[in-house]
């Protein structure tokens, strides 16, 4: 096999391995008080963990959710994150209506995301986690 095939199979399967575009969700119960994470990509969680979460109230029932995040790496990272809030019965509230919001964090930071409740319905609130670029 000659090195230009050898090189041109070697640019394709780092580009391909390079769109992989499911990432962590940390799931916030604000009425139990529990915290659960989801590991969807392994690549992510071998350079990101959920440091803490908290949860609170803002007044008139809307509710706040917040998820510190650390890098495991002494790299920078771009990632996005996202809230998506949930009624008591599962359902989202306006899923699209907030996009993705960029974080980088350099060497072995911490990052507070919070997000607030679009309405006095939401109960859950569903943090989205992915890679926007890979390590620099």
Known sequence: M????????????VLVGCVETSGT?????????????FEGSARLSN???VVRTT???LGGGIKKASVTIQSLTHRRQHLQARMVW???EGVAIDPDAKPFR???LDGQDTHVFTGVAPSAKASVAKMVIRENDTAE
């Open 102 to 104: 960029s974080i980088i």
């Open 2 to 13: 000659s090195f230009s095939k050898v090189f041109a199979f070697t640019t394709v399967a």
């Open 47 to 49: 350079r990101v963990k």
């Open 55 to 57: 949860y609170g109230e």
């Open 25 to 37: 969700r940390v799931t916030v119960d604000t009425h139990a008080g529990e915290a659960s994470v």
């Open 86 to 88: 949930l009624d008591a």
